[in-house]
């Protein structure tokens, strides 16, 4: 490592100088405000940097990193969610009765963590960054520890996603006997070169099972819905988001070559194809009926890993830009819904069930359209972000030919259309007469700040646009 | 020496089946440890006493000590008298005792074989793990010194007292 | 200049998403100036584009904002494409789009929901234009739905009556039965020819085996004959009435009905592949024209009877373009553009002075209260009537009849038919004029206003010189508008005219004094009521489609329905909906909170995995 | 020396037995033990395959030297967020800490 590797290291590095630069500014003076503005200038300054790294492109620094476009498309991804929830959690936590200000310092190391994901070459920067970004989501997850629910989300995940990182570091010692290196460039040499390697391959499937927990995969999933709804808001969304971008960033960049390599019945691709089908149809199952709209997002994002597993699957040049495109949208329509449900609520009062969003409309119409927006572009309707998602992973599906996988996201997506309809239908139904407006939860002296107003706006420009004008993001997505 | 092995190993397994099977924690808490140490005589005697001495000192010294603290801290209840009474019976402390004796004493062979011990391997000296780590691991030197932050900065938040454990709110 | 061109559709837009978003928070006075501004900027464009291109003809100039998506061959742009076609469209709708716009800040100045009424109408503009103006089949379509949505909303645009929305769902209904049609033609024509792209399909059209160009342009067809109302699906239009007379003026007279006969001559390509269809829109067009001239006749509301009119002159440009005579079509168009657009408005001042009264039995002598309103809509009739040599509807009337006999494609029946609608509708034009302005005078409250004289007069002054840009060759062959569209639109082959020509004219001129002539013994003398029985009741009720279809299609329909509830069909989706719900109680069992319960599925799932691997 | 097979079904079984006490245990704080069992047989992995297979590199021994590391940091949270478990629960037994399930 030299001095020339560092600039394009500089959107990692600037987050993580702002966490410790926090911590200082606390020795001297704590302030929520001033701590979630040095968060957010550290994020800020994290997306200036990366015009610096997209100057180096393809520049491996030190065997542990490679920022190439597609570290960069992800860490913009990435970066973005980041600078979103720390602005969500401005609002959300203002009434938490508790120090608030270590909130922001550890969402940065978080997002440092995932960036180290999405950018790693080498197991050790992988298992790093997977726990660095672990051990700050058990924190963030439990935060208001005077909520039980949020305590109990807490426990559930650092135990489980505990195991999955065992699991993961099992795998690695497995593939380190395999092959004697800890770097994923020679791991690819190594399952090309013996594919039917079993001490191998059993180690790969171990590491599955870590991105497979983290990522909510079928049969791995049954942390979501819990965590999801236990959570205090902006942490599911980060869950949602940074979480899952990360882990399927690596994943893209541990296993997308191995995947084209290898021939459509390889037993990679079986799984990989098992795995896709079974996210896809219990996690729109499993959303169906469900009456909390936490839960069901929880369900709805199982579903979505599914799809994009079906990009990854696929392969080929579709799937470089399907993937990333899938992510932006995905990211952007499930921010989008979070941040609705979160300036609608507090640590102590969220606005989870259905129910509560009955007739939201008549009251925070700007609210209930963007809400609305959100869950189309989930669903995959046209002029959406998510409808084009959707369409460059059918593409890519159709391209390499995986009918079985392009069938069931076909027939899923309907089935997620009805539960998503169904939640829109409540947003927009009459208040019943005789009866209370609104139920309670909808109590806040509601003043929305200009930044969270502006942070929606964002999103909501940004949902439309990626469905109408992806021209010129498909060019900065699409990595050579 | 690969007699010592079998019996390190066989230690670990015995120990981390009492670890699954004991009912009360501190039981398994501490065939837990007696499991850890007889991994680093496993280490040892595969010529990694460096990692063989941290196994010890942080995995069954210093995190142990943490999960030793957090189920007293637990016990904190009506029935800490009775726990305290069963700190003195013998099935708490006779198995992890003899099973520590057994590796004392594959330890103490250990040492005094030393002298002619070869089988250190040509690398994996302190030194040179040491060059390792602050050359092409200094990112991830940088990156676990965060992940201890991270730890440091979450264990101190969620460790502090209740707001309503201390009116003042805060510390 | 012509870089404008983004602007016309853009500005509407605009005007919409402002009335939408932040039009709550201003006041009425800013709305309504937004909602005609907006549109009035729009027509300044558009003459400015006209202005440009008489300057400096570039032939055809396209613009393209971004591409939407590409995926092989499949790559729809925003791409606006401007031709002498389109040009005209665009004036027309920008133009009396304005005129209305204007007239309708008068007419629903008391509405309390005036913000709503010009957020729709603004959108209507919007995606009309980019109906028009659109370089691809997807924005042709996205353009086409849009009108079709927002025809939807303002007929139900006083939703608080039941029969309002019902005649609106009835519209959306039945058009989109022709959508649908449209829309697997488009599709069928991607898949035939590769591109979506209206001109390289018209290049790749004469490459189309018949068959294939029969599907589409019957197809085609479809979409065409829902929106323009014609048969068999033209029961919606008079029902559309409903909504606001600015609304009828504009989307059910004077643009978006004209749809149908835009799309035809802008696929003229593919149309000319298929003779069969093409003699299919003749023979629509002729039936249609006749039928609702017909009923126009026998009608006692107002609007109705401009509303049969307009189905019957939409048909007269559907027998046009069946016979190959695109020019007479698009110019037929302009003109009824004109004259019908001043005969709704003017009938909507009148129904205003007698307080909402459309029944024409209980009117007369209205031409003393409204002076200003009587010479606008006699000057609407004329020229609906086709008075020779001085109005607009003669000569656009004249040049369709002139062809539809002549044209390789035409027939003397055709023209006859032609003919005897001709007549027709110079009758009931002028039974209109003479029921309610002439004869005994009933109380009526005098109208003043700018906004309503000065588009009635602008649109009086079209209705009359707007026909003297095709002349025919008798009376001198002065052409231009012929000469600007042929770059686009070919003329059809024909018989020489000679002598003939003449004696053509001639039958047109006495089928509109005939029928003035008839009008005038009927209903200025006698004020003959029609009977509320036999044949003026049948066609009083569109020629019974109507209850025809509620006894073909609706009951059935319902009857179906009922007794597939439960049937096998049905059981299948219910069955299908019973099992997912199933397999979500059992998930969600799954789902049961216990962490132990959570990790043990983890392992089991990676030995799963691992055992998976083995066995392989 | 030892086979390697022989090392690589002891960590295999240690992994095992930390899984299982993943599963059964109801204590929180042993769950939380299984987790760490599990890391370490992952460490006698890595230092097996370095000794048998790579004994040039330093891979393993600074993999199982960071490991170590993480493994200090999730128990210190761990134990911080079981012992929030017991404040708001009174108790830290998982089959009765799911007031979030369907």
């Known amino acids: 490592m030299t001095w020339a590797d560092l600039p394009a290291l500089y959107p990692m590095l600037i987050p993580a100088a702002t966490a410790v630069l926090l911590l200082l500014t606390l020795t001297v003076r704590r302030d929520a405000r001033l701590a979630a503005g040095v968060a957010m200038a550290g994020f800020i300054a994290g997306l200036l940097a990366l015009a610096a790294s997209a100057a180096e492109l393809s520049h491996p620094v030190t065997m542990l990193l490679t920022v190439d476009r597609f570290a960069v498309v992800f860490w913009g991804i990435l970066l973005f969610a980041g600078l979103l929830v720390s602005v969500f959690a401005v609002g959300y936590f203002r009434t938490l009765r508790e120090p608030r200000e270590e909130f922001y310092l550890l969402w940065l190391l978080a997002v440092v963590g995932a960036m180290v994901m999405a950018a790693s070459a080498h197991f050790a920067a992988f298992f790093l960054g997977l726990e660095l970004l672990s051990v700050s989501l058990y924190v963030l997850i439990a935060y208001p520890r005077m909520q039980s629910r949020a305590v109990e989300a807490g426990v559930k995940y650092l135990i489980l996603a505990g195991a999955s990182s065992a699991f993961v570091l099992f795998g690695m010692a497995l593939t380190y006997a395999a092959t004697g290196t800890l770097t994923f460039a020679e791991l690819f040499t190594h399952l090309t070169l013996f594919p039917g390697d079993v001490l191998l391959l059993g180690g790969v499937v171990m590491i599955l099972v870590g991105v497979g927990f983290k990522l909510a995969l079928v049969p791995f999933h049954f942390w979501t819905p819990d965590v999801y709804e236990g959570a205090p808001l902006p942490v599911t969304a980060a869950v949602a988001t940074v979480s899952k971008g990360a882990a399927f960033a690596l994943l893209t960049r541990l296993l997308l070559g191995v995947i084209q390599a290898q021939p459509g019945h390889s037993t990679l691709a079986v799984i990989f194809t098992l795995l896709a089908l079974a996210s896809m149809i219990v996690g729109n199952l499993l959303a169906l009926a469900q009456g909390n709209l936490k839960r069901l997002l929880a369900y709805s994002s199982i579903a979505n890993m599914g799809y994009a597993l079906t990009a990854f699957i696929a392969g080929g040049d579709a799937a470089r830009v399907a993937i990333p495109y899938f992510f932006a949208g995905y990211i952007v329509a499930v921010l989008a819904a979070f941040g609705v449900m979160t300036q609608l609520s507090t640590p102590e009062h969220e606005l989870q069930e259905v129910e509560d969003y009955r007739g939201l409309a008549w009251r925070y119409p700007w609210s209930a359209a963007l809400l609305t927006v959100a869950l189309l572009s989930l669903a995959g309707i046209p002029l959406t972000a998510g409808f084009l998602g959707k369409f460059f992973v059918l593409t890519a599906g159709m391209a390499a030919g995986r009918w079985t996988l392009v069938v069931t996201l076909v027939l899923t997506s309907g089935l997620g259309l009805y539960y998503y309809l169904r939640v829109i239908t409540a947003l927009y139904q009459a208040p019943l007469e005789g009866e209370q407006p609104t139920p309670p939860p909808l109590h806040l002296p509601h003043r929305l700040s200009v930044l969270t107003g502006l942070a929606l706006a964002v999103l909501a420009a940004l949902l439309l646009l990626l469905g109408v004008y992806p021209s010129p993001v498909l060019h900065l997505l699409a990595w050579p | 020496m690969n007699i010592i092995f079998y019996l390190a190993a066989a230690v670990a397994i015995v120990a981390t089946l009492l670890v699954v099977t004991r009912l009360n924690a501190v039981h398994a808490l501490l065939y837990l440890i007696v499991s850890l140490l007889a991994v680093a005589v496993v280490f040892y005697t595969l010529g990694a006493p460096f990692v063989a001495a941290l196994e010890v000192i942080i995995y069954a010294g210093a995190i142990m000590v943490l999960f030793v603290f957090v189920i007293m801290m637990l016990n904190l209840g009506p029935q800490a008298t009775e726990t305290e009474r069963g700190w003195a019976e013998p099935e708490l402390w006779f198995g992890p005792a003899l099973l520590c004796g057994v590796l004392l004493g594959e330890v103490i062979y250990l040492i005094l074989r030393m002298p002619t011990g070869t089988t250190l391997a040509r690398v994996g000296t302190p030194e040179q793990v040491g060059v390792a780590l602050y050359g092409p691991y200094l990112l991830g030197v940088e990156l676990a010194s965060l992940l201890l932050l991270a730890g440091l900065v979450g264990a101190y938040h969620l460790g502090r007292r209740a707001p309503h454990e201390e009116p003042g709110g805060g510390v | ?616 | 020396m030892v086979p390697f097979a022989w090392i690589i079904l002891v960590s295999i079984l240690l992994f095992a037995l930390g899984a299982i006490a993943l599963i059964t245990r109801r204590n929180a704080v042993a769950a939380l033990m299984g987790v760490e069992l599990m890391l370490n047989a992952a460490n006698l992995n890595f230092v097996a395959a370095w000794r048998y297979y790579y004994p040039d590199h330093l891979d393993a021994q600074v993999a199982v030297l960071l490991v170590i590391t993480i493994a200090a940091a999730e128990a210190a949270v761990g134990l911080a967020i079981i012992l929030n478990l017991y404040r708001r629960f009174g108790t830290v037994d998982l089959d009765q800490i799911r007031l979030m399930r369907g």
């Open chain 3, 1 to 616: 200049m012509f870089s404008l061109l983004w602007l016309a559709p853009t500005l509407p837009l605009a005007g919409f998403l402002i009335l939408a978003t932040v039009g709550a928070r201003l006041p009425r006075r800013v709305n309504t100036a937004l909602g005609v501004g907006s549109v009035g900027l729009a027509a300044l464009v558009s003459l400015l584009l006209a202005a440009a291109w008489a300057a400096a003809p570039p032939g055809a100039y396209t613009q393209t904002l971004w591409t939407w998506l590409h995926v092989g061959t499949f790559a729809p742009g925003i791409t606006f494409y401007l031709d002498p076609l389109a040009l005209v469209m665009l004036l027309v709708v920008t133009g009396v789009g304005f005129l209305i716009h204007v007239y309708a800040a008068w007419y629903m100045q008391d509405d309390p929901s005036i913000r709503r009424f010009f957020a729709y109408m603004n959108l209507f503009v919007a995606m009309m234009v980019v109906l028009v103006l659109a370089d691809n089949l997807p924005l042709l379509y996205l353009g086409w739905e849009g009108v079709g949505l927002c025809s939807y909303l303002l007929i139900g645009f006083w939703y608080r009556e039941p029969g309002n929305v019902k005649a609106a769902m009835k519209a959306f209904l039945i058009t989109r039965i022709g959508d649908t049609a449209l829309i697997i033609g488009l599709f069928l024509l991607f898949a035939q020819l590769g591109t979506v792209q209206i001109q390289a399909l018209l290049a790749a059209a004469p490459g189309l085996t018949p068959a294939a160009a029969t599907w589409a342009a019957a197809l085609l067809l479809g979409g065409a004959v829902g929106k323009s109302a014609q048969l068999p699906l033209q029961t919606w239009l008079p029902d559309a009435m409903a909504g606001p007379t600015p609304v009828s003026a504009l989307i059910h007279a004077a643009t978006m009905v004209t749809a149908g006969v835009y799309l035809i001559a802008r696929m003229h390509g593919i149309f000319t592949q298929a003779p069969g269809v093409m003699t299919a829109v003749a023979v629509i067009g002729a039936v249609t024209m006749l039928m609702a001239a017909c009923s126009a006749l026998a009608q006692r509301d107002l609007k109705r009877v401009l509303a049969y009119s307009t189905m019957s002159q939409v048909g007269m440009m559907f027998m046009a373009l069946g016979v190959g005579a695109w020019t007479a079509a698009i110019f037929h168009f302009m003109t009824h553009a004109f004259f019908k657009a001043l005969l709704f408005l003017g009938a909507g001042v009148v129904i205003h002075a007698l307080g909402g009264e459309q029944d024409v039995t209980k009117m007369g002598g209205l031409r003393k209260t409204l002076p200003g309103v009587y010479w606008a809509l006699l000057i609407g009739a004329l020229s609906l009537a086709g008075f020779p040599f001085v109005t607009a509807g003669f000569y656009s009337k004249d040049a369709i009849l002139y062809l539809s006999w002549t044209a390789a494609r035409g027939a003397p029946w055709l023209w006859a038919l032609g003919w005897f609608t001709a007549f027709l509708t110079a009758v009931y034009a002028f039974r209109m004029i003479f029921l309610v302005f002439h004869g005994p005078a009933v109380q009526a409250h005098p109208v003043r206003d700018a906004r309503v004289s000065v588009p009635l007069g602008i649109l009086a002054v079209l209705s009359v010189i707007g026909g003297f840009v095709l002349l025919p060759r008798v009376l001198g062959g002065f052409a231009p508008f012929a000469a600007f569209l042929r770059p686009v639109l070919p003329e059809p082959p024909q018989r020489d005219g000679g002598i003939f020509e003449v004696v053509l004219l001639a039958a047109s001129a006495v089928a509109s004094l005939g029928g003035i002539g008839v009008a005038y013994l009927l209903f200025a003398r006698r004020r003959t009521t029609s009977p509320d029985a036999g044949l003026a009741r049948f066609w009083r009720q569109g020629w019974g489609f109507d209850a025809l279809y509620d006894r073909l299609v609706v009951h059935p329909y319902l009857w179906l329905a009922q007794e597939c509830r439960h049937d096998v069909v049905d059981a299948f989706y219910h069955g299908l909906a019973d099992v997912c719900l199933m397999l979500n109680g059992w998930l969600s069992a799954l789902q049961n909170g216990r962490v132990r319960w959570y990790a043990g599925a983890l392992v089991a799932g990676a030995v799963l995995l691992l055992a998976l691997l083995v066995w392989r």
